[in-house]
């Protein structure tokens, strides 16, 4: 996944979980945050942040700048929330991720609705085996350990109900956990912030759920899915 024109810039402040403020090139300007989470270990006074441009293509736009990525220390992390999805939808096209219990996949299609919940992509294999796959971008990082989530989700609790249904009904399912950065040691649900989501996921892998965390080459312009990582649960 690569975006068109990436230009760097310094965080200054967030008006809202949709608005902050730059420095870019010694102008202050308002940005759109395509991550709605807290993101406050990663946006702080000074950071150097990364903007997807749309000012010379897209000049009616409110807001002429994304906020994409951001450094925290020797990281580069990709904080845009529509991120995961699309690295996801392409290692499972070109194989990079290979799901357990599947063979050559033959379907892959987002967003299909089951039961309550909207997964993130069905897919369906040369044996006609059928499979949900819930995709969960991960931006928290803690000496080297990254972790998910970094607030309260009781969507990301009923995806996993969901998808353990989904089991009892004949379908595969994965929970796939998109690092947004590399370099860590192994992931893990984030049981200080919302154990009932790590208790949600430890249950869901007791029913035969399939966990799967991979963690992403980032560069200012692109992110790609490169290697599973160890899970910790």
């Known amino acids: 996944m690569k975006y068109e024109k990436i230009v760097p810039a ?3 402040s967030r008006a809202n979980r ?3 403020q730059v ?3 010694g102008e202050e300007v308002s940005v759109h945050v395509k991550n709605t989470g807290r993101c406050r270990e990663l946006l702080v006074p000074d950071a ?7 000012s010379y293509r897209q000049r009616k736009r409110k807001l002429l700048y994304d906020l ?3 450094r925290k220390g020797d990281l580069l992390i990709n904080m845009d929330s529509q991120a995961p999805n699309k690295v996801a939808g392409e290692a499972l096209e070109n194989g990079s991720i290979r799901l ?3 063979s050559e996949l033959t ?3 987002p967003e299909k609705i089951y039961g309550d919940s909207r997964f993130d992509f069905y897919v369906e294999d040369e044996n006609n085996e059928k499979c949900f796959v819930e995709v969960k971008g991960v931006t ?3 000496d080297g350990i990254a972790s998910f989530p970094d607030a309260s989700t009781e969507r990301g609790v009923k995806h996993l109900n969901e998808l353990v249904r989904a089991m009892e009904n004949g379908y595969h399912s994965y929970v796939l956990f998109v690092i947004q950065m590399s370099g860590m040691k192994m992931f893990t649900p984030n049981d200080a912030t919302h154990k009932v989501f790590g208790d949600a996921l430890r249950y869901a892998a007791e029913k035969g759920v399939h966990i799967l965390a991979y963690e992403c080459a980032v560069t200012p312009d692109s992110m790609e899915i490169t290697k599973a990582i160890q899970i910790e649960i």
């Open 48 to 54: 150097v942040v990364y903007l997807e441009d749309f």
């Open 23 to 25: 420095l870019l090139n």
């Open 100 to 102: 357990p219990d599947m």
């Open 68 to 70: 994409v990525a951001v």
């Open 10 to 12: 310094k965080f200054i």
């Open 107 to 109: 379907i892959i299609r």
């Open 140 to 142: 928290l990082e803690s």
């Open 18 to 20: 949709f608005v902050a």
